[in-house]
Each structure stands twice: as C-alpha cells, then as structure tokens.
C-alpha cells in the first residue's frame, strides 16, 4: 500500500512538474515577443505538427496559418523560428547576416569530430573562413575553372557515349544515378584527377556519400532532446561515424597515392590536391596553422557530399518537369538545334547562347530547390519584422515555402521557365526571392562550377537525345513523392529511354 502511495505522488509530482514547466514557457515566449505559431505540446512541442517525411511542405502550410512570414515552432525543447518569405529571408541573410550565421550543432554532425572540420556544419570561425576562402581563391575560382573546363565536357561526353549504348539497346536509364556519376567525376576530375567509379571502393565511397545526406537531416531524438544526445538512442552518430571514417580513408588513399607519385618525379596535375599539398608543405605545418589534413579531408568530404547529390537532383527534376511539360522540352530543344546545329559534343561556352535552357534550369532551382530548407543558429539575440529571434534560437530557412510564395510569384505552383526569361535573376543569395545556394555568409562556395556542371550536363542529355517514359509511367502517371535529406530527391527515382538524335 505504501508503495503505491509513493508511486502515485512520484507520478502527480512528475505531471505537476511537466505542467509547470510547459506553463512557464509559455509565458516566457509571450514575454519575449517570439513570432506567432502553433501552440507546442508539452514535451514534443510542435514536432507532432511537422511529421517526419516533408518537413518543408507541413512547415510552410503551418506558416500560412501563423502570419506567413515568421512562425515559432518548439522541436521538443529546442526554440526555432521558421522563415518563410523573402522579405524575412533578406533581413536574415543580409541585415542580420553577422549574427546568425552559425549553424545548430547537429549531433549527427559531431560524429567523429566531422564539425569541427565541415564547411556546411561547423560554426562560422577562423578555420571555416580559411578553408571557404581556400576553397573560393583555388578550387572555385574563374582561372582555375575556366582551365578545367576541357575535363568537364570530357565527362559530359563520356556520358553522352554511356546513354548511347543504352539507347542502341532501346534501354531505359536511371536520370539520377547518370548524372551523380558524372557530376561526382567532374568534382573528383577537379580535386584528385580521377574518376571515382572504377572499383568496388570507388562505389562504396558512392554510397556513402549518398547516404550521408539522408543520415545529417533525418529526425533525431538527440537534437530535440540535447540533454539524453549522449546516448544516441537511434544510432545516428554512430552510422555517421562509419561514413565520415570510410569518406576520410578513401581521401587518405589520394594523399597518398600522389605522394608516392611525387616521389617518382611523376609529372604535376596542377589540381586541388597538388595546391593542398604545397601548401601543406610549405606552410601549414606551422605551429598555430587554421588548416591541417584533418580539415581538408573534412572539407573535401562536405565537397563531394553536397556538390554531387544536388547537381544530380537539379538535372533529374529538370528531366522530370520537361518530360511533364511538351511545350517546355519542345522550346529547349529547339533552341538547342538552332544554336548547336550538328555540333559534336556541347560546350560550356555555349550556355550563353542558350537563354531558355538557363530559364529553365532556374525554375527548376524554384519550383524544386534540391536543398528545400537550411539551418542558422543567432549567435546574438536579433529583431526582424518586429519580433524578437533571442540568442540560441535555431532558425530554419524554407527556401522551398519561398520559393512558393504567392506575393511574390505569380502562379508560383505551375513550372513556367518563361518567367526568367528578359528578367534580371541572381542565384548568388543577392535577390533572396530565388536562394536555392542559400545566401549572405552561408552560399554555397561550390555554386560556380554547381551552375556549369548543371547547365553541361542538361544540355547533354537533351541535345543528343529524345526521351521517352516507360510504357508503366505513360498509363500510370510518374511517382511525385519526395525523399527529403539533405537534398530533395524524387522517392522513385526517374527513368526514362533515351533515343539518340540525328544530329
């Protein structure tokens, strides 16, 4: 009896404790001017409301109940304020930029130490700067793209010769896996001179790259609950750690396979890894150096795992929209047989010449951003439209809900390439109405060569190629579903039968 007693008073003090707990931070918000939102759960908070499969679509419907612009949102105990407009994002990205760039410390990302050497996940200090501005002055520069330029249309043309073979055997192909191939060897080209697709190695790197993207982003108790992060209850720090481990190792054989070539006087490649390595040598074994071997292998993992996944993603619903859309295939591809006639292989100097493929690319980088939300951390407390964003706040930018907004686009649900045509449009982060690279001290530092590797790979497939669906997709209509991660893919992927053009 007694001991019932004394499990029924533990039980109602726990629930007088929750209850209080929930009360006061009620009050404590109001008091803090937070932004409008629905009203958190005790303990869950709003995640009931979120779900799990695409956050940035229920986010962006709830934001349209609470103001539309600003909403608070509570991830079990963690505050957030989601942003939804591009007014709001432009105050974020640029008035407020200083103070909140920094990102949430995302357990998955701590796996191994990958934070401290991330250019996506770590804070904005004085080793991230050195290795954005390492990566902006020797891997992403004009010059240096500019002399690689011949590489990436080999690869574009080596894809073109691997969708022909499928085509001569009236084949199907798979739209993403083709261009995460390709795009992943135009990276690799810059940073290693290979390609990685020649071994059982090459392919599990592949796949962890792959799966890195889904891991980072997927739901975790430990982010909602920071206090029992330690015990990793899903075990996503832990599968992160056996993909950072395998991505490092497989960095580490490039190390040293160009050093046992330099020790043979093998000639230079004049790539990112020979810079790296000069500077290594001369200057960054330096007591006190920003930049060691642990940060490169960090920062050339964050290369490959968001440059190869959202080039591909972009080139598959771009393939997807246009098989959807006649009239739009049937102006690319005019506009590719007026300005490329017979040319044997595309070029990336013919993407200038080529207005309605850039339009088109754009509305896809709209309608389907391939990173659809993005992550800030304020490091001060800021205001913005009037309402308060306290220190700590998590800020979640949906780029996918701005994208949709309908005060600033018209019909913002139908994909209409014509909108950017005559239309001055900035991908750089400037005009936060389009910010599929994110924007003000977080824009993608890859988005120069993101923006030629996209355009040489599209233009690719459509100059040399007609395309059809499969005769299942033409009765039952494509699967639509999205895959949300770090990039939002499609849940089935794209296939679709090439034909080989007469050109």
Known sequence: MATTSLVVAVAVSFVVIVISVYAFQLLTNARRHLPPGPLPLPLVGNLLHIGRDNPHRSLAHLAERYGGSLMS????????????????????????NAHVADRPAVDAWLANGHRANSLIGSQ?????????????????????????RPMREEKAAELVRHVSRHAARGEAVTVRDLAFTA????????????????????????????????????????????????????????????????SYRAIDQQFEQRLRGREAREPRKNDML???????????????????????????????????????????????????????????????????GNKA???????????YLQAVVKEVLRFYP????????????????????????????NIWAVHRNAHVWDDPAKFEPERFINRESDLSGKDSKLIPFGGGRRTCVGLPLAYRTIHLILASLLHHFEWDLPQEAMDNGLDMTEKFGLVVSMATP????????EL
């Open 274 to 340: 020979d810079t790296v390595l000069d500077r290594e040598q001369a200057e960054w074994k330096q007591d006190g150096s920003l930049i060691d071997r642990q940060a490169i292998k960090g920062m050339f993992t964050d290369l490959f795992a968001a440059g190869s996944d959202t080039s591909s993603t972009t080139v598959e619903w771009a393939m997807t929209a246009l098989l959807q859309h006649p009239e739009a295939m049937n102006k690319v591809k005019r506009e590719l047989r007026q300005v490329l």
């Open 494 to 501: 794209l296939k679709a039968i090439p034909k080989k053009c």
């Open 345 to 355: 292989r595309v070029e990336e100097s013919d993407i200038d010449r080529l207005p």
């Open 124 to 148: 904005p200090n004085a080793r991230w700067r050195a290795l954005r501005k390492l990566c902006v002055t020797e891997l992403f520069a004009s010059s240096r793209l500019n002399a690689l």
């Open 73 to 96: 949102v509570r991830l079990g105990v963690v505050q957030a304020v989601v942003v939804s407009s591009a007014d709001a994002a432009s105050e974020i990205l640029h008035k407020h």
């Open 183 to 246: 795009a992943m060897n135009i990276l690799s080209g810059a940073l290693f001179s290979v390609d990685l697709d020649s071994g059982p190695s090459d392919r599990e790197f592949k796949d962890a790259v792959k799966e890195a993207t889904l891991v980072l982003v997927a739901p975790n108790v430990s982010d909602f609950f920071p206090a029992i992060a330690a015990a990793d209850l899903q075990g996503l720090r832990r599968r992160m750690a056996s993909l950072v481990a395998l």
């Open 370 to 397: 391939s990173v659809a939300v993005t992550l800030y951390r304020a490091q001060e407390t800021v205001h913005v439209q009037g309402y308060t964003i306290p220190q700590g706040t998590t800020i979640i930018l």
